[in-house]
C-alpha cells in the first residue's frame, strides 16, 4: 500500500488589496496544508498591482514521488523548492502557492479539531474500518473520523464496532475489505504514520509476496486454529476424566442400586418413658418440672443400651440376629459371612438398627431394617420389651436404695428406743421405788413441818417462862413435845442424808432416772424422724416409677424401603464429582506452586 508523497501547499487570500514587494512579506510563514488525494492543484502567480506589466517568472511543479512498493513505508517527503531564480533590480518576486477552496479548508480545520481530541491509534483504525464498511474513501484515519461524523455515524459506538468483527478463517465476501489493508504503518524508528494512498492511474502486478497485513492475518488465523486445536484436545481430556472418574463410578453404583441390592423392609416405632404422675406435687418443685425433663437421663440410657452391643446379643439369642444376615439370597455387600464375629455383627447392627431421641419431645424414635418385613417387626417389638425391662429395672434399683436406707434407719432408731425403755424400768425396778424424786420431796415437806413445829413450841416455851410465876405442867408439857420434834427432825435428817449420799441413795437412783428419761425421750424422737423419713423415701420411690409407653406400635412394611435407588444414585454422582473436584483443584494448586 502506497499514499500520495507528502508536500506542502500554501493558502494565501483571492482578494489582496496589496502585496508589498519587501523581503519580510516574501518571508512572511505561511501554514502548511495536507494535499487530499482526489483533489488536483494548480500553481499561479499572483504580482502586485503596478503601473506596467512586468513579466512573470514561469514557475516549475516539484516532481511527483516515485511509487513505491505495498511492503515499503515511504516516508513523508519535502516539497522541493524551485531553482533561485536572478534577481531583477526593479522587479518585485512573485509568490507562488496553491489556493484551496473554502471546503477543504474547513475539512483541514475539522482534522486539526479531531487530532487534537487525543484518539489513540485502536480508534483510529477502527474508525478507517468503519469508514470502509459504509463505502467511505478517506485519505487517513482522522479523514475517517470527519467523514464518519459529516454522515451522522458514531465510529465508537459499540455496536459499530461488534459489526467489524470478521471469522478467524478468512470467509470474507468477494470485494470486502479486510480490514487490515490501510492500517497505519511503523517505520525503522519505531514511530507511528498516517496511512498513505495509492497513486491513482498506476497498474499494479500481482506479486507472490504476502504484504504484512496479510502475513498478519494468516498468522492470527494459525493462532486461533492451533488455540481452537488445544481447547478442543483439552475439552476431550476433561470429558474422558470425568466419565473414567464420574461418570463411570457412579453408573456402577446405579447398576447396583438397581439391580443387584436386596431390597429392605424397614419397621418403625415411637415410645417415650414417663413418670408416676400421682404424686407429681409431692415436692416442692414437683408440678414445675416437666416429665420429659424429669425422664431426660432414663431416655438417654434407654437409648445408649439399645445401641449397645448387649441388646445385639440378646437379639441374636432371641431370634437369631446373626442368621438372618446370613443368609445366601442376600447381596454380597449387606451379607455377613458364614460365621461372623460380634464385631462385624456389631457393625451391621448399628448400620440397621436406628435410635434417635428428641428432648424436647421426651419420643424415642426406632427405625430397625431386615431383608423381611416380619422379622423386621419382630426385631422391634423384642427391642421394645428390652428397653422396657432396662426402664424397670433402672427405676427399681433406684426405688429399692432409696427404700433400703430409710427402712434401715427406722430399725435402728426402735432398737435404740426399746433400750433406753428397758434401761429406765430396770433402774426403776432396783431402787424399789416408781418415783424417787417424790420420796425425797416428801422427807423435804416432813422436815419443814417438824420445824415449824418446833419453832412454835419453842415460842410457847418462851411465853410460859415469861411470867412470874410459870405454870410448871404446861413448861415441862412443852418441853416435852420440843424433845420429841428434836429426835423426829433428827431422824428425818438422818433419811435425808442418808437418801442423799452412797450410789443407792434416792439422789443417785433419781439422776440415774432421769438420764434414762432423757434418752427415751431423745430415742423417742429419733423413732419418730426415721419413720417420717421412711414415709418420705416411700413417696420418693413412688414418684421413681417410670413407664414405658408405644406411642406407635411396629407394624409389618409391604414395600421395600431400603435402598433408595434414585437418591443413591445421586448422592453417588455427587460424592464422586466432589472428589474429582477436590483432587483436581489440589493437582492444578500444586503444579503451579512448582512451575512458578
Do not use: C
Not at 294 to 299: L, P
Not at 356 to 372: H, K, S
Amino acid at each position: 500500500m502506497t499514499t500520495k508523497p507528502k508536500a506542502r501547499k500554501f493558502r494565501i487570500k483571492r482578494a489582496t488589496p496589496q502585496l508589498s514587494g519587501t523581503a519580510e512579506s516574501a518571508s512572511a510563514p505561511l501554514r502548511p496544508v495536507r494535499e487530499p488525494a482526489a483533489s488536483t492543484t494548480r500553481p499561479i502567480s499572483v504580482a502586485p498591482p503596478t503601473s506596467a506589466p512586468r513579466p512573470s517568472v514561469p514557475t516549475e511543479r516539484p516532481a511527483p514521488a516515485q511509487p513505491t512498493d505495498q511492503s515499503q513505508h515511504p516516508r513523508p517527503q519535502q516539497p522541493e523548492t524551485a531553482p533561485p531564480e536572478t534577481p531583477q533590480p526593479e522587479q518585485t518576486p512573485t509568490r507562488q502557492g496553491e489556493v484551496s477552496s473554502a471546503r477543504e479548508v474547513a475539512g483541514e480545520n475539522d482534522i486539526d479539531a479531531i487530532r487534537h481530541e487525543g484518539l489513540t491509534g485502536r480508534q483510529l483504525r477502527m474508525a478507517r474500518r468503519v469508514a470502509q464498511k459504509h463505502g467511505l474513501a478517506p485519505t487517513s484515519d482522522f479523514d475517517a473520523v470527519r467523514l464518519l461524523r459529516a454522515k451522522g455515524i458514531d465510529p465508537f459506538q459499540r455496536s459499530n464496532m461488534l459489526e467489524l468483527v470478521v471469522p478467524s478463517d478468512g470467509g470474507r465476501q468477494p470485494g470486502e475489505p479486510d480490514g487490515f489493508e490501510n492500517l497505519p504503518a511503523r517505520t525503522d524508528q519505531n514511530r507511528n504514520q498516517l496511512p498513505q494512498t495509492v497513486p491513482a492511474g498506476r497498474t499494479r502486478l500481482p506479486s507472490t509476496d504476502l504484504s504484512p497485513a496479510e502475513q498478519r492475518v494468516r498468522e492470527i488465523s494459525e493462532i486461533q486454529r492451533d488455540i481452537g486445536k488445544r481447547r478442543r484436545k483439552k475439552l476431550g481430556l476433561l470429558l474422558v476424566r470425568l466419565a473414567f472418574f464420574v461418570a463411570l463410578p457412579t453408573f456402577l453404583a446405579g447398576w447396583y442400586f438397581y439391580q443387584i441390592a436386596t431390597p429392605m423392609y424397614a419397621t418403625k416405632a415411637d415410645f417415650l418413658i414417663i413418670q408416676n404422675e400421682g404424686s407429681g406435687g409431692a415436692g416442692p418443685l414437683g408440678g414445675l418440672l416437666p416429665t420429659q425433663f424429669a425422664t431426660n437421663s432414663d431416655a438417654i440410657a434407654t437409648q445408649g443400651y439399645l445401641q449397645s452391643k448387649d441388646a445385639m446379643l440378646r437379639l441374636d439369642d432371641d431370634l437369631g440376629f446373626k442368621a438372618h444376615f446370613t443368609q445366601e439370597w442376600i447381596d454380597p455387600i449387606q451379607r455377613l459371612t458364614t460365621d461372623p464375629t460380634n464385631e462385624e455383627a456389631y457393625k451391621v447392627f448399628k448400620k440397621n438398627v436406628k435410635i434417635g431421641y428428641d428432648p424436647t419431645e421426651g419420643m424415642i424414635r426406632l427405625e430397625v431394617v431386615a431383608a423381611e418385613p416380619e422379622v423386621s417387626a419382630e426385631f422391634a417389638r423384642r427391642l421394645i420389651s428390652y428397653a422396657e425391662q432396662r426402664v424397670n429395672n433402672l427405676s427399681q434399683q433406684k426405688r429399692e436404695d432409696q427404700m433400703k436406707d430409710a427402712r434401715e434407719g427406722f430399725e435402728k432408731a426402735e432398737a435404740e428406743r426399746r433400750a433406753a425403755q428397758e434401761a429406765l424400768v430396770k433402774l426403776q425396778v432396783e431402787s424399789s421405788t416408781l418415783d424417787p424424786e417424790a420420796v425425797i420431796a416428801a422427807l423435804r415437806t416432813q422436815i419443814t413441818n417438824y420445824e415449824t413445829l418446833l419453832l412454835e413450841k419453842e415460842l410457847e416455851l418462851a411465853a410460859l417462862e415469861d411470867n412470874a410465876r410459870p405454870n410448871q405442867a404446861k413448861v415441862d408439857g412443852v418441853k416435852g413435845d420440843m424433845r420429841r420434834l428434836n429426835d423426829q427432825l433428827t431422824k428425818l435428817n438422818q433419811r435425808m442424808n442418808d437418801a442423799s449420799e452412797g450410789e443407792n441413795s434416792l439422789a443417785q437412783m433419781a439422776v440415774n432416772l432421769q438420764l434414762a428419761q432423757a434418752d427415751l425421750a431423745s430415742r423417742d424422737m429419733m423413732l419418730q424422724s426415721a419413720l417420717q423419713q421412711m414415709e418420705q423415701s416411700r413417696v420418693e420411690a413412688s414418684r421413681q416409677v417410670r413407664y414405658l409407653t408405644v406411642a406407635v406400635n411396629p407394624v409389618a412394611s409391604q414395600e421395600a424401603s431400603y435402598p433408595r435407588k434414585f437418591e443413591n444414585t445421586v448422592l453417588a454422582f455427587l460424592i464422586f464429582a466432589g472428589i474429582y473436584l477436590m483432587i483436581s483443584l489440589t493437582a492444578s494448586i500444586l503444579r503451579e506452586q512448582v512451575t512458578s
